[in-house]
């Protein structure tokens, strides 16, 4: 199965973006997204669960939102109040048997999209 994301683009700081991620035929169990800038590892940034429990790192705590609608098998990621820390690719990541311990694990999921650039600056 390969994911689909969509949605990225450039932003000020303090705007917002919606990233969205299709998993065609297939919802999963566990969602999530992750983003690599230059030079940097894969991150953790929201995951969401069948259930529609969400863990959510950190740094996007309060800015982000992950929300899903199964019977469309997609995934959605509203970032607000941008920073630019925030650049970087993001990717969907999709996975049946992920566990709590490892929601924020990139090697926890085993499909994956794309990617999509999303670039914060003035």
């Known amino acids: 199965v390969q994911l689909q994301a969509s949605g990225g683009g450039s932003v000020q700081p303090g705007g917002s973006l919606r990233l969205s991620c299709a998993a065609p035929?297939?919802?999963?169990?566990?969602m999530a997204w992750f983003r690599q800038a230059p030079g940097k590892e894969r991150e953790f940034v929201a995951a969401?669960?069948?259930?529609?429990?969400?863990y959510y790192a950190d740094s996007v705590k309060g800015r982000f939102t992950i929300s899903r609608d199964n019977a469309k098998a997609m995934v959605y990621l509203q970032m607000n109040m941008m920073r630019p820390e925030d650049t970087a690719v993001y990717y969907c990541?999709?996975?049946?048997?992920?566990?709590?311990?490892?929601?924020?694990?990139?090697?926890?999921?085993?499909?994956w999209g794309q990617g999509t650039q999303v670039t914060v600056s003035s």
């Open positions: 035929g297939r919802a999963f169990n566990n």
């Open positions: 990541a999709g996975g049946d048997g992920v566990i709590l311990s490892s929601i924020g694990r990139a090697g926890a999921y085993d499909y």
């Open positions: 969401i669960r069948r259930s529609g429990h969400t």
